[in-house]
């Protein structure tokens, strides 16, 4: 089975800071697709970036990058220049086939 | 682009009856939708997938007589909860994708609280 894990429950940061997510998963597939997505207050499901498993290069969109290790199975997620709206529940997760699997998810306050 | 609407956002029955959720794909044809519930502060979890013109395939453990789900165009798919009881209650989430398999992305709409009485 498809597993997706991330280790930290909580965390903070300082705004204009820079902070770092974690997420390891766990797949028999040779071809997948991960993504971090962000849950704010609303509820709302936010796609924040997506990385190809076949590309060595790390994805980035504006202040967000990801640290794609393939062989370790990591996938961590960079958020710099840290702002008050990227307050948030962050999700990692990986495709099956069509399906998600997500992991449980990392409550990231940010702090003026 | 690639905006999911559902509705309602909220909805409060008593319990015994039969609540209908609706999701679109306003911009976009979406040959594959999923349905996921959300328990407060955890994630989410999926309960069925459903492509256009067929049955849903559900998630193990996921009462496919309970959660009725029909997908009848390329631009809506509805959950129905039927029969339901205060354990119901719950976030309901969905998502909507082009259905290209593991290359494709899913995107989500505002979610349903359902509240059962």
């Known amino acids: 089975a498809q597993t997706v894990t991330q280790s930290q429950p909580e965390m903070s940061v300082q705004e204009a800071e820079t902070v770092t997510l974690s997420c390891t998963y766990d797949?028999?597939?040779?071809?997948?697709?991960l993504f971090w997505y962000k849950q704010p207050p609303s509820r709302q499901m936010i796609l924040v970036i997506r990385q190809e498993a076949y590309k060595q290069q790390n994805a980035t969109e504006n202040r967000f990058s990801v640290n794609f290790q393939k062989a370790a199975k990591s996938f961590s997620l960079k958020i710099s220049d840290s702002q008050l709206g990227d307050a948030a529940m962050y999700f990692c997760?990986?495709?099956?086939?069509?399906?998600?699997?997500f992991g449980e998810g990392t409550q990231l306050t940010v702090n003026p | 682009g690639a905006v999911v609407s559902q509705h309602p956002s909220r909805v409060i029955c008593k319990s015994g009856t039969s609540v209908k959720i609706e999701c679109r794909s306003l911009?976009?044809?979406?040959?594959?939708m999923f349905w996921y519930r959300q328990f407060p502060k955890k994630s989410l979890m999926l309960m069925a997938t459903?492509?256009?013109?067929?049955?849903?395939?559900?998630e193990q453990g996921v009462e496919k007589d309970k959660f009725l789900i029909n997908h009848a165009s390329l631009t809506l798919s509805t959950l129905t909860v039927t029969s339901a009881h205060p354990e119901d209650s719950s976030f309901y989430i969905c998502?909507?994708?082009?259905?290209?398999?593991?290359?494709?992305?899913?995107?989500f709409g505002p979610g349903t609280r359902l509240t059962v009485l």
């Open positions: 998502s909507a994708s082009l259905g290209l398999g593991s290359t494709d992305t899913q995107y």
């Open positions: 459903s492509n256009e013109g067929s049955k849903a395939t559900y």
């Open positions: 797949t028999s597939e040779s071809d997948y697709y």
């Open positions: 997760a990986s495709t099956s086939g069509s399906r998600l699997t």
């Open positions: 911009d976009f044809q979406a040959t594959t």
